[in-house]
């Protein structure tokens, strides 16, 4: 049933198999599209999930070289760890937390709603609410979102419940358990949740959804689409007239193959996905494959982030139950007199003792450190992501002195925070600590980000070829049969969880490809 | 092979098993500044004086007076090869030095926290300190035995999660 394909079939090849690659590859399947999804990792189900942090992370993190730099604090505290994302079948949709918010409305329009904001590249995207709600509902039922379709909320757990009873002393009104992809009953042939924490390490229960359990098996079953797992993509190659005509690369052995396509999607991740496009330069495109704008690598964003971990005077056991249980969605607006555009959403957060150690305040070390450890089972925890600034010298680059496994040039990551990024997690983190000081907390910590798992931008979408990569449909400005899948065509990043987006965007994607397709065009 | 002797033969080649083994073995008082035995460990490569410190160190970097002194003994026991051998012994060194520096007779001999704190905080940002620190996150953190010692239940699938084990159980807000 599933397919197999020679290197010689002029399928559809999409690199990466998340949020992006991996609903892509299957709404094409469901067309009846031939399509070879190359991903890099290899493939782990529910039952293979580990639910031990350290363990999981060796199991599934994306842990090639790459290298941060830049004034944000990740490059001081996680140099070679830029990024907290995964290198397996179904991508970062086995290690994200869930929840799936549209963006509102304002955030499809930075640009005319902000205003010009000095050092920032902000650019409203091409496409709209109104544009964008049909494909949202279509992503909403596709992956079993809580309060949408008549789902049920999830139920609160202890590290909700103390959000919530702040929350509300606080006078915020938007609080509750979120809308997540996390089956409050079976549905799509999923159990429901079991409260069982872990879901930063894969849902062991299949409740989450992940392409890895739904879209891609979903698609194998079409009998066209083909999933070639540790398949690490090189290069994308072209012919004289500046097609694409298919993809060069490493095989599990690691020996070099070569793919041909009669159209590529790059769904990669947004640090990867540039990355390839550099690597592909070629005398017709000296700066890279769909560089011409030299806004291949640009732009990159990662969310304002931070998280509030408190210690209460007697037991919550943040632990048990869904990681991301409930969120505060009231500073989500956009509301200069806060001192900054955009907002953000304060969402429940927790971490296993061995993360709690190494995130809880990186470097730090001594009593004041290990007096907060001691309050590890006292502790409620909550993580804050808001809008950061699209700005154009937080960039990936590749590093030609550098090289991976394969010999390929490695990605660098720079991000410097804006102004604006800084006043936002400055509020945010007073906000989260009133939080919890209104529901007892007798001590709390500013934590600052992790390794970032919300990569964005680096491929942006716009109408205009000079200011971003893709069109509207995430398809190439310079190359016709060449599109970009995944997060790195945000044109900007919203202050919400982009998943449901990408999720989407690629079910829209599909459908253009297909109709083009089929009109010839493409 | 030298054996720090500071303890009768038989709880030490108990303990040297149990900490060889990975297991937990739970010992008393505090050995440092000479006073009475508490736990023992082979060493292969260190001098049983180094590891000494190296332990106490390592507590002196993350205190927690729950955690037995075993636990740190296996967090740093890693330590204890020709190849890593001459970087802990050269970092040690260093520090007794700077300790002779305060009127101490070693790293050891600072009988107060506070004294050994200052000596780790003239050091924190070189490289020496910032290996052992960062070793210990995972270390001693990821120990499975120290888990219970701050309340922590790891994995909960085998219990079939907390849907019926006190996920929303809060009842004192």
Excluded at chain 1, 449 to 462: E, K, Q
Excluded at chain 1, 480 to 498: I, K, M, R, Y
Excluded at chain 2, 26 to 53: D, F, H, I, N
């Amino acid at each position: 049933m599933v397919a197999k394909y020679d290197l010689n079939d002029d399928s559809v090849v999409i690199i990466g198999s998340g949020a992006g690659g991996g609903t892509l590859a299957n709404e094409l399947a469901q067309k009846g599209i031939k399509v070879v999804a190359l991903e890099a990792g290899g493939r782990y189900l529910p039952q293979d999930y580990i639910n031990d942090e350290w363990e999981s992370f060796g199991q599934l993190a994306w842990l090639d070289t790459r290298k941060a730099t830049g004034g944000w604090r990740v490059a001081r505290d996680f140099g070679g760890l830029p990024t907290w994302i995964v290198k397996a079948v179904g991508g970062t949709t086995t290690h994200w937390a869930g929840a799936s918010l549209r963006f509102q409305d304002h955030e499809w329009k930075t640009l005319t709603n902000y205003g010009q904001v000095a050092g920032a590249s902000l650019l409203d995207w091409p496409i709209d609410a109104a544009e964008m709600d049909p494909w949202y509902a279509k992503a909403e039922a596709k992956m079993g979102v809580t309060r949408t379709n008549g789902l049920p909320g999830l139920p609160g757990n202890n590290n909700y419940l103390v959000l919530e009873k702040g929350a509300k002393a606080l006078g915020y009104e938007e609080v509750h358990t979120g809308r997540m992809a996390i089956n409050s009953i079976e549905y799509g042939d999923r159990m429901s949740c079991q409260q069982t924490g872990f879901c930063f390490q894969g849902c062991k229960w299949g409740a989450k959804w992940s392409t890895a359990y739904t879209e891609i098996p979903l698609g194998e079953e079409t009998g066209f689409l083909e999933v070639r797992e540790r398949a690490h993509a090189a290069r994308i190659e072209h012919d004289d007239t500046g097609k694409v005509t298919g993809v060069v690369y490493f095989d599990a052995d690691g020996q070099e193959q070569r793919q041909a396509a009669r159209l590529v999607c790059v769904a990669g991740n947004t640090i990867e996905s540039p990355r390839l496009l550099l690597n592909s330069a070629s005398s017709m495109f000296p700066d890279g494959l769909a560089n011409s704008s030299g806004q291949v690598g640009r732009n990159y964003m990662r969310h304002t982030t931070g998280s509030v971990y408190s210690v209460f005077e007697k037991p919550v056991r943040m632990w048990r139950g869904t990681t991301m249980a409930g969120i505060v969605r009231d500073e989500a607006r956009h509301d200069p007199s806060r001192g900054f555009v955009g907002g953000y959403e304060l969402e429940t957060l927790s971490l296993g003792l061995p993360f709690m150690a190494a995130f809880l305040d990186p470097g730090g070390w001594g009593r004041s450190f290990t007096s907060a450890i001691d309050g590890y089972e006292n502790m409620a925890g909550m993580w804050i992501v808001g809008e950061d600034m699209p700005q154009e010298t937080n960039r990936v680059t590749v590093d030609t002195d550098v090289l991976d496994q394969h010999g390929l040039p490695t990605p660098v990551v720079h991000y410097d925070d804006h102004a604006n990024d800084v006043a936002m997690r400055d509020h945010a983190y007073e906000r989260g600590m009133a939080i919890h000081e209104a529901s007892g907390a007798v001590r709390s910590f500013p934590t600052p980000p992790y390794p970032s798992t919300h990569n964005l931008g680096t491929n942006r979408m716009s109408d205009n070829p000079r200011d971003g990569v893709v069109n509207r449909w995430g398809q190439s400005h310079d190359v016709a049969n060449l599109f970009v899948s995944d997060g790195s065509q945000f044109t900007t990043g919203a202050a919400e969880n982009p998943t449901l987006t990408i999720v989407a965007l690629a079910i829209r994607q599909a459908d253009h490809i297909a109709s083009e397709m089929s009109a010839g065009n493409l | 092979m030298t054996k720090i002797d500071r303890a009768g033969l038989t709880r030490r080649e108990l303990l040297a098993r149990s900490v060889a083994a990975g297991g937990s073995f739970l010992v008393g008082a505090s050995w440092v500044t000479g006073q009475s035995a508490a736990w023992a460990v082979e060493v292969a490569a260190l001098k049983p004086e180094t590891m000494a410190t190296l332990v106490q160190m390592a507590r002196d970097i993350y205190p927690h007076d729950r955690i037995p002194d075993d636990r740190y003994v296996v967090a740093v026991k890693g330590y204890d090869t020709p190849e890593q051998a001459p970087m802990i012994e050269e970092g040690i060194a260093a520090l007794n030095a700077a300790a002779r520096g305060k009127g101490f007779d070693s790293y050891l001999a600072a009988g107060w926290e506070d004294d050994r704190v200052a000596m780790l905080k003239a050091i924190e940002q070189g490289e020496f300190f910032q290996t052992i620190r960062a070793g210990l996150v995972t270390g001693l953190y990821n120990q499975k035995e120290v888990w219970p010692l701050f309340g922590y239940e790891g994995e909960s699938y085998s219990h079939g999660g907390y849907i019926d084990r006190g996920f929303n159980d809060i009842d004192w807000l």
